[in-house]
């Protein structure tokens, strides 16, 4: 969890320039597109020499267009997208053979596709879509770092309960409710310094926007175990070297940004505007 820490900040200082300077956006939205389709790219191989195959090109082409009708303003042809992700699927999975597993196969890459792709373009919304939709996603970048954080140093020195010791032996419920507390501590400081745009929100409202998101980090986190214990491999891939691939950094985000964004979207649609 340390290296995980660690290798986040270092992230985040690569993507923090474009949220206030309009030249870096492009690079930082840019980044954002190519950790997910690295992230792809690492599924599909995890299950590779298993049962289930994944369409890399077929995944990964969804994926960059689903970025790409973020960007241009239509996160309403996400449905679309995967519509058409499914029977390129299909489409693939008929010029193979061996038909004893086309099923499972196409599942994978359509779930490969929406686990991986959906988010990214959620995300690339909020960063494109308005300086305001850019501060609150600020707001997920920071209450996912620190629920990661407070939850490994919280878990490291009191830590007692396991929970999910199948799927992440580390894990324990101290950490966690560190962890959710953590969550809430970017509300009063983004507050204080973008009242204009935090300001009309409740405190009752950012207070449980931050602990609803905070248990879709943790739930991120762990299915992502979930998926590596399936494929039985220790790290998602070797692009941080030691530290692990591009999925295990974006775990929790991709998770997180799913509730993040249909609360914006509900409450705040202004903000994309």
């Not at 995944?59 to 790409?68: E, S």
């Not at 850019?134 to 490994?152: C, E, G, P, T």
Request: aromatic fraction near 10%.
């Amino acid at each position: 969890m340390k290296q995980r820490i660690i290798v986040a900040a270092f992230l985040m200082a690569i993507i923090l320039p474009g949220f206030f300077f309009r030249p870096m956006m492009l690079l930082s939205v840019g980044f954002l597109i190519v950790l997910g389709l690295v992230s792809v790219n690492e599924l599909a191989m995890m299950f590779r020499p298993r049962a289930a195959f994944i369409a890399r090109r077929v995944a990964g082409t969804t994926v960059l267009l689903l970025a790409v009708a973020a960007i241009s303003g239509r996160v309403d042809l996400i449905g679309h997208l995967i519509g058409l992700s499914a029977c390129a699927a299909f489409l693939w999975r008929m010029t193979h053979n061996d038909i004893s597993h086309a099923w499972i196969d196409v599942a994978a890459t359509v779930g490969a596709t929406a686990y991986i792709g959906i988010p990214i373009a959620l995300l690339v919304d909020m960063f494109h879509s308005s300086a305001e939709s850019r501060l609150w996603l600020l707001m997920l970048l920071l209450v996912v770092w620190a629920n990661d954080s407070i939850a490994y140093f919280i878990g490291k020195a009191f830590g007692t309960k396991k929970v999910f010791p199948r799927l992440s032996p580390g894990k324990t419920l101290e950490g966690c409710l560190g962890g959710l507390a953590g969550s809430m501590l970017p509300a009063p400081i983004l507050l204080t310094f973008f009242p204009s745009v935090f300001g009309s929100v409740s405190a009752v409202e950012l207070v449980v926007l931050c602990l609803v998101t905070g248990l879709f980090v943790q739930a991120g986190d762990l299915a992502e175990s979930l998926i590596k214990r399936a494929a039985n491999v220790k790290d998602s891939g070797t692009l941080l070297a030691s530290h692990g691939g591009a999925l295990d950094r974006l775990d929790s985000l991709l998770f997180a940004a799913i509730p993040f964004s249909l609360y914006l979207h509900l409450a705040r649609p202004f903000a994309f505007f």
